[in-house]
């Protein structure tokens, strides 16, 4: 069974930045695809980003293009999301998901159905 465990949230000002962690527990990482969502109080959980298997692809929301980066390391099976210029808007809880897929394009990889494995979530608050 695979594992994920986040780190890194908590509470920042408008315009900072915040690095979010996630470690995948599987001999078998390189095999998945990932990807992070957030869920922000009353609402259904959102696409952040998504990472293929080997980092050569990636691919973003509308709102988080040009702030977030998606990247993993897979010799640490550990996937991150840099987060910079931080609004309130993107408060809320963020997971990490993985799913089983050696695809070439990241942007196959948007929907939440499609993840089988997810973290806990992690809080990020972002207020002045």
């Known amino acids: 069974q695979v594992q994920l465990v986040e780190s890194g949230g908590g509470l920042v000002q408008p315009g900072d930045s915040l690095r979010l962690s996630c470690v995948v527990s599987t001999r078998d990482f390189r095999d998945y695809a990932l990807g992070w969502f957030r869920q922000a109080p009353g609402k259904a959980r959102e696409y952040v980003a998504s990472?293929?298997?080997?980092?050569?692809?990636?691919f973003y929301s509308d709102d988080t293009k040009g702030r977030f980066i998606i990247s993993r390391v897979n010799a640490k099976n550990t996937l991150y999301l840099q987060m910079n210029n931080l609004q309130p808007e993107d408060s809320g809880v963020y997971f990490c998901?993985?799913?089983?897929?050696?695809?070439?394009?990241?942007?196959?990889?948007?929907?939440?159905?499609?993840?089988?494995?997810w973290g806990q979530g992690i809080q990020v608050t972002v207020s002045s």
């Open positions: 990472i293929n298997w080997n980092a050569k692809s990636t």
């Open positions: 998901a993985a799913t089983r897929a050696k695809t070439d394009y990241a942007a196959l990889h948007m929907h939440s159905d499609e993840f089988d494995s």
